[in-house]
């Protein structure tokens, strides 16, 4: 007994009570700070495994972006950098172009619009059935970590649901690989009216490291619309949680 309780008080509480002020562990890598117009194309030749990274402008692919850090490592934080700021969902997938004139402070207040019927719908219990098309299991398991004792997401009444008929709309993890492309659409499919769809991490985004390959099916994101995209290599927890919790209504 005495033991559990030296553990406890030597741990502190693993519960974070405020998950939209969270603060992230300092090593991690968020939203990208760019501090220079342009660059020669030479400098950034062969650098980014997802081309993620363009010279001219200079500007980072937010959705493709891996955050492996590499560019800033070699080009220099004074010429970019990667802050710790975790919050980086956003309603279109043209907002995750960043620039040098994008300013985190003003990009954030309008990127992620809560819609009426979303959330008249869906504001108040949340249920997203999880298709893994050919993800790697990272942001799966950056997905589970939702749920668990430290970011309970459950407490916003936002849950996984074991399946699609239950289910209010559908998070998708992955590249969508070939195979996974019919599956894909028969959950949508099963998912009942009306629902969402969430792209979780840069493989469901824009392919992220597979953005050369072949074997990739991806018309379900040509043929319907999606709601919400959570950027990320695997996407952290409290980029899912808070990305939900906009597209819903912030309470």
Known sequence: MFESIKISLKQGHQYIKDVRNAKVNEMFRGFPEIKKSAIEEKEIAGLCQSDALKSTPLSI????CTLCGECERILGRDILKFTEEHRM???ER???IITRETKYGSWAKDAVKSRDEIRRIFGHSLKLRSVSAGGCNGCEMELTAC???NFDMGRFGIEVS???RHADGIIIT??????????LEDTYTAVPDPKIIILAGACAIDK????QSDALNRDFLKNHKIDLYLPGCPV?????INGILKIIGDR
């Open 89 to 91: 969902a956003c309603d």
């Open 236 to 240: 952290h927890p409290l980029t899912i």
């Open 174 to 183: 992955g590249p969508i690989t070939e195979n996974m492309a019919t599956a």
């Open 61 to 64: 692919d937010l959705g493709r």
């Open 94 to 96: 043209e907002k995750l």
């Open 208 to 211: 992220g490291i597979f953005c």
């Open 147 to 149: 749920s668990n004792v």
């Open 162 to 164: 074991a399946s699609p």
